[in-house]
């Protein structure tokens, strides 16, 4: 039973992800590397504050959203002149970027969480206080369980509704054509400022669930390979709908469980999952290359 | 001096790699990230070979021959059907990506995730006036050196050369003019093996080795193509070498920890100021996509 809520929480989290992932891939046509560095930008800001500032879980969740989505910038307006093999370079650089900052911001001698050592480099930060607001007090597996659910489908139900709007319109045509777009006179710029600060802020809650359940952040939480995970789900599940990015962590999550089924020894577990993305990845864009659910093809 | 010399020699490797990528995108305009693959599968061939007592001269060759078919098989089973299908090139670059998770994978199940070192014991070191390079670095400048004149030489001066930069150029005309282009991406992309592979021994001979290094040195290398200029032929080495200085730069004055940082702060200053990168020509607008 706590093995299937743990999944529960995974996948909880990592649909929160590529939901938002979906936002900038599905709905503006642009690959990034880079989530990974949104999501651990959400889990670090969300245990800073509530181990050094103790503040609560919302203060805290929503500074984190409010951080990702004002560094979001560093994509957004790259994307402005952007797109394709460029801005794929562009969000690995960011995405290299967040990872050095994690990575290198510490200090040996500093206590972690101080301005000379914010991350506490390699080690990460350690003993994240479980969330609790009002009376409420997430720290039983279930508890924590359904918080996570319940924030992923608030997460879903937002994105239903933008994307279904006017706005998803424009961004879907903006992705088909953005100068026929900006020649009705939309403004383009600002739908890229807004997708990605909701996107960015979204992969942050995730991050901050994330680290709440776990209790421990390093930066490994912002390595390309994540970021990579992260880009097979929606590539793999489909992407310009709401299923397409459910089904990708649906899938991604469920390989690595039916291998441990097989009595695939635990060191050789890790391999033959990567493995098997990559397999996934090449055999989608030979015969599938809208992804299982999706309605959209990376151009 | 001593660091302009490390950079320099550093530069060249980079920049090998960087003009085996560029040798397959300008003529086929594929996003090779399972180039990333081969850079890590080429020393661990060479290293079991090693260890299997065979000599140096067949372990090398067996190692950059294996590095050009793994390079060919990319393009027989992925790139060539795609590109048959009409794909956009974001399949052939994810696919691209999926092929070099495998490659990746693959190495680690068979030899390990530790890091490995092709020769034994610490190095000798020359003197030359004030500066000391080890031998591994005498080597990798040398070889890549005569490696990049001899690609420039075949690009410049024989037939094959300049059907590969007629295909950079305009594809469609090539073929029009009754070319295989089919024949010639082949020719590319055993050419960007065998430069990636290159360079993947002379980086492994001096550093050492491990499965995930791969994509670390492929993305550095794109660095250098996009800083050097992506139309040009020359700019990716030139690109290579800047980056090289600049790296073992930051290296010395800052600490090591920094040099990604500083790699790819300086990528987003090129793709700002000047995204056609310190070689690359003004192309029409209809011509850049």
């Given amino acids: ?299 | 001096m001593q660091i302009l010399c490390n950079g320099i020699i550093s530069g060249f490797t980079i920049g090998l790699l960087a003009l085996a990528f560029n040798a397959v995108y300008l003529p086929t305009r594929v996003f090779h990230l399972a180039l990333g693959g081969v850079f890590a599968v080429v020393p661990f061939i060479a290293w079991q070979l090693l260890l299997w007592k065979q000599s140096w001269p067949a372990a090398i060759f067996v190692a950059v021959a294996a590095g050009v078919l793994l390079s060919l098989a990319c393009e027989a089973f992925n790139h060539a059907r795609l590109e048959r299908t009409g794909s956009s090139s974001g399949a052939h670059l994810i696919s691209s990506l999926g092929i070099y998770i495998v490659m990746v994978q693959a190495i680690a199940l068979m030899w390990g995730n530790e890091n490995k070192v092709l020769r034994a014991g610490v190095d000798s070191v020359v003197k030359v006036e004030q500066i000391t390079l080890t031998h591994a670095q005498l080597l990798a400048g040398v070889i890549s050196l005569s490696v990049l004149l001899a690609f420039y030489i075949l690009l410049r001066f024989t037939n094959i050369g300049l059907r590969l930069r007629a295909l950079a150029d305009n594809p469609s005309q090539l073929a029009l003019h009754g070319y295989n282009t089919r024949h010639l991406r082949f020719f590319a992309f055993s050419i960007a093996g065998l430069l990636a592979s290159v360079s993947s021994l002379l980086v492994a001979y001096d550093i050492g080795f491990d499965p995930h290094g791969g994509l670390i040195a492929l993305l550095l290398a794109i660095v250098a193509v996009i800083i050097g200029g992506r139309a040009s032929w020359l700019g990716p080495v030139l690109g290579g070498i800047v980056l090289g200085l600049i790296r073992s730069e930051v290296a010395w004055f800052l600490s090591a920890r920094w040099q990604d940082a500083a790699t790819y702060a300086l990528l987003a200053l090129f793709l700002f100021v000047r995204p056609r990168g310190i070689l690359g020509r003004n192309l029409r607008l209809e011509a850049q996509s």
């Fill in chain 1, 1 to 299: 039973m706590n093995y299937l809520l743990h999944l529960l929480i995974y996948l909880s989290i990592y649909s929160i992800v590529a939901m938002s992932l979906n936002m900038i891939v599905g709905y503006c046509g642009l690959l990034s590397l880079a989530q990974a560095g949104y999501f651990a930008v959400g889990s670090y800001v969300y245990a800073l504050t509530t181990l050094k500032l103790g503040f609560g879980f919302l203060p805290a969740l929503t500074l984190a959203v409010g951080v990702a989505a004002l560094l979001s910038l560093a994509l957004s307006l790259p994307a402005w002149r952007f797109k394709g093999d460029s801005f794929v370079m562009v969000s690995l650089a960011v995405q290299t970027l967040f990872f050095s900052m994690f990575f290198n911001w510490s200090n040996p001698g500093a206590e972690p969480g101080t301005v000379t050592n914010l991350t506490n480099g390699p080690f990460g930060l350690a003993g994240i206080p479980k969330p609790s607001f009002f009376q409420f007090k997430a720290d039983s597996l279930p508890s924590i369980a359904i918080l996570s659910l319940v924030l992923a489908t608030l997460c879903g139900l937002l994105c239903w509704r933008l994307l279904s709007s006017p706005w998803g319109r424009l961004l879907k045509s903006m992705r088909d054509d953005e100068l026929a777009l900006r020649g009705l006179g939309k403004n383009v710029r600002l739908a890229k400022l807004q997708v990605f600060a909701i996107a960015c802020g979204m992969a942050a809650i995730a991050g901050a669930i994330y680290a709440s359940y776990v209790g421990y952040i390093n930066p490994s939480a912002a390595s390309l390979d994540q970021s990579i995970l992260m880009l097979c789900m929606v590539l793999v599940g489909g992407v310009s709908n709401l299923k397409g990015p459910l089904v990708g962590a649906l899938v991604l999550l469920t390989i690595p469980e039916l291998l441990r089924f097989a009595q695939i020894p635990d060191e050789f577990a890790a391999n033959v999952r990567l493995m098997l993305y990559g397999v996934a990845l090449v055999l989608m864009m030979h015969f599938r290359p809208q992804g299982i659910a999706g309605e959209y093809r990376i151009q």
